[in-house]
Nanobody, 126 residues
Framework: QLQFVESGGGLVQPGGSLTLSCAAS????????VAWFRQAPGEERERVSC????????YYIESVKGRFTISRANTQNTVYLQMNNLKPEDTAVYYC???????????????????WGQGTQVTVSS
């Protein structure tokens, strides 16, 4: 199958940090833009961050700016999401997915993405 495998989630106290990993399986990461999404129970799936294919530029929603950092290691076929100063409202299942072609990831919708991973749970609680 062509998909991502997410890892690195867990239980952390408010103010703590986690690093999520998104490893590409069966395809070459350098050919895609990549986005991290999250989904809490009963809520819509939300794009949190994405990184472009050509320049490697990262994009973020306002609620995570200054706290989350997306990066790409093409030699390891992996994308990372460093999450600092975590808040209870960050609690969700986190997914990564790929965007093919030359579309801008920060302007794209969930249905435009492919090769979804199984997700990793992040819980922020004291």
């Amino acid at each position: 199958q062509l998909q991502f495998v997410e890892s690195g989630g867990g239980l952390v106290q408010p103010g703590g940090s986690l690093t999520l990993s998104c490893a590409a399986s069966g395809f070459t990461l350098e050919n895609y833009a990549v986005a991290w999404f999250r989904q809490a129970p009963g809520e819509e799936r939300e794009r949190v961050s994405c990184i472009s294919r050509s320049t490697g530029t990262g994009y973020y929603i306002e609620s995570v700016k200054g706290r989350f950092t997306i990066s790409r290691a093409n030699t390891q076929n992996t994308v990372y999401l460093q999450m600092n100063n975590l808040k209870p409202e960050d609690t969700a299942v986190y997914y990564c997915a790929a965007l093919s072609g030359f579309r801008m990831c920060q302007m794209s919708r969930p249905e435009d993405f492919e090769n979804w991973g199984q997700g990793t749970q992040v819980t922020v609680s004291s």
